[in-house]
């Protein structure tokens, strides 16, 4: 039996990008959700 169903194509970020959403977070009070909403990613990626 095939699996059908597509996956979502896995998004890579750099340290830079890690950092500045990281500063997003404490300066700026944005939360989780707001940087989920601004990259496209996933949970686990915004939290590690």
Known sequence: M???TQR?????FTIEQKLDYAK???NENYTN????AILGAGPSAVTK
Do not use: D
Not at 8 to 12: D, F, L, Q
Not at 33 to 36: F, P, S
């Open 2 to 4: 095939t699996n059908t």
């Open 8 to 12: 979502k194509e896995r998004i890579n």
């Open 24 to 26: 997003l977070m404490v």
């Open 33 to 36: 959700k707001k940087i989920m």
